[in-house]
């Protein structure tokens, strides 16, 4: 754990003010749900909720079955990071922030195909060197409640493939079994 040097004090309702610059730092906007977590030592933990993250077993097996039958690379992202990947390199993507490409067309709740599946793909991790050999790929929000809770992301292994309209219902089935399992 880092020591920020910022001191709050509860005020009489039992809150406290997580600074600006920590929440700027940390990707938490007015709204985002926080969890609270403590340890024997007294300490109070808040982690960001991510509710798709609670079914990060599950998101991993459901990537593996989507690049089995797809023959295509699967990802399953929350708002802020990559949970599950298959197909593909797990050490390059897996628990990698999320590209700002990608959190606005999760803000703007958008089905993205790349363009005409001849132009690169997306970047989807914030530290994506665009040197990828991938070019067809589809992203299908997972919307749970009316929010945008993560993505699907089938993504070619081959250069020369293309997504068509088999591959795009895929995405969609899978985004939309997820969110409906989100508002059970």
């Not at 709050?8 to 985002?32: S, W, Y």
């Not at 982690?47 to 609670?54: H, T």
């Not at 790929?137 to 292994?157: A, E, R």
């Amino acid at each position: 754990m880092k020591a920020t040097g910022v001191v709050r004090r509860i005020d009489d309702l039992g809150r406290v003010v997580i600074p600006k610059e920590i929440r700027k730092t940390l990707r938490i906007k007015e709204g985002d749900p926080l969890e609270i977590f403590t340890d024997r030592e007294g300490q109070v933990i808040l982690k960001k909720y991510s509710p798709i993250g609670e079914l990060s077993e599950f998101a991993t097996g459901y990537a593996e079955t989507l690049s089995k039958t797809t023959g295509h690379i699967a990802f399953i992202t929350d708002k802020d990071t990559i949970i599950a990947v298959s197909g593909g390199s797990k050490k390059e993507f897996l628990e990698q922030d999320v590209s700002q490409e990608l959190e606005q067309l999760m803000e703007d709740k958008e089905v993205y195909t790349s363009k005409e599946n001849s132009d690169m793909a997306m970047p989807i991790t914030k530290n994506d060197n665009q040197q990828r050999k991938h070019n067809a790929q589809i992203v299908y929000p997972i919307i749970s409640n009316g929010d945008t809770i993560g993505t699907v992301i089938l993504m070619s292994k081959d250069a020369n493939s293309q997504m068509n309209e088999v591959e795009r219902k895929v995405a969609q089935s899978a985004a939309t079994f997820l969110g409906s399992q989100m508002e059970i």
